[in-house]
C-alpha cells in the first residue's frame, strides 16, 4: 500500500494545485492507519469509502482519536486535496486538521497547536 500511495502521489504533485477532492488518491488511503503526536503512543482511524459531504468519505471509526488528538473531537468525514493534503472535516463540512503527506515516510504530518501530528499506515 505505501508504495502504491507514494507513487500516486508524486504523480499528483505534479498536477495543478486546486483544492478539488482526488478521487484517486483516496481509493489507495481508505483504510486503518495510526495517528498520534511525535513520539507518542496512537490512536487507530478508519477512513472509509463511504461517500459524505462536499467529496469527502465518512470516517467509519476514530477510536479514541476524537479525544485524544486536539482537532479531532467532531471529525466525521476525511478527503484529500491537491497537492498532498489530508483534510479532516466536521459534519457541517468545516476543515477541523490538515495533514501534507511526507513522501519519504509514506505517511502525513502537521503541526497543531504547536504539537507534530503523524498518520501512518497499519497494513
Do not use: Y
Not at 504523480?11 to 481508505?30: C, F, H, R, S, Y
Not at 478527503?79 to 505517511?107: C, M, N, W, Y
Amino acid at each position: 500500500m505505501r508504495m502504491g500511495i507514494a507513487l500516486v502521489f508524486m504523480l499528483g504533485l505534479t498536477a495543478g494545485a486546486a483544492a478539488e477532492p482526488n478521487e484517486d488518491l483516496m481509493d489507495l488511503t481508505q483504510g486503518l492507519w495510526s495517528l498520534a503526536g511525535e513520539g507518542e503512543q496512537g490512536c487507530d482511524i478508519t477512513l472509509g469509502d463511504r461517500p459524505a459531504k462536499e467529496g469527502a468519505r465518512v470516517i467509519d471509526d476514530a477510536g479514541d482519536c476524537r479525544n485524544v488528538i486536539p482537532g479531532m473531537s467532531s471529525a466525521t468525514a476525511w478527503r484529500i486535496e491537491e497537492p498532498g493534503t489530508l483534510v479532516f472535516l466536521s459534519d457541517t463540512g468545516k476543515v477541523l486538521l490538515k495533514l501534507q503527506h511526507d513522501q519519504a515516510q509514506g505517511e502525513f504530518r502537521a503541526d497543531d497547536q504547536g504539537q507534530t501530528l503523524v498518520m501512518s499506515p497499519l497494513d
